[in-house]
């Protein structure tokens, strides 16, 4: 079965860290590139991070830019999303997914996601 599985999310105080945890089952996540999302009630979906199959490339959002980090770990298959500082703002569920277009994120758009997890559950209080 090709699925991504999200982890690490749960309740933290403001000022905390978490480390959220994209496992792929079913097929390679080296295959594509990977971005971390989230999604507030009644906001459109943000693109949090990406990281690219195999030419280093990677981002995160402005909004979260110095206090979130992606990376991956090609022997587990898995791509992590470090979270400091974390905000109330932070609040939300966030979801790991595959871009079936796209190997890089130098161009910082998406393509066709795909194998979208269930996502995990962030909440951040103050």
């Known amino acids: 079965q090709v699925r991504l599985e999200e982890s690490g999310g749960g309740p933290v105080q403001a000022g905390g860290s978490l480390r959220l945890s994209c496992a792929a089952s079913?097929?390679?996540?080296?295959?594509?590139?990977v971005g971390w999302f989230r999604q507030a009630p009644g906001k459109e979906r943000e693109g949090v991070a990406c990281?690219?199959?195999?030419?280093?490339?990677?981002y995160v959002a402005d909004s979260v830019k110095g206090r979130f980090t992606i990376s991956k770990d090609n022997a587990l298959n898995t791509v992590y999303l470090q979270m400091n500082s974390l905000k109330p703002e932070d609040t939300v569920v966030y979801y790991c997914?595959?871009?079936?277009?796209?190997?890089?994120?130098?161009?910082?758009?998406?393509?066709?996601?795909?194998?979208w997890g269930q996502g995990t559950q962030v909440t951040v209080s103050s």
């Open positions: 990281i690219g199959s195999r030419d280093g490339s990677n």
């Open positions: 079913g097929f390679f996540l080296d295959y594509y590139a």
């Open positions: 997914a595959a871009d079936l277009e796209r190997v890089s994120c130098l161009a910082r758009r998406w393509g066709t996601l795909g194998y």
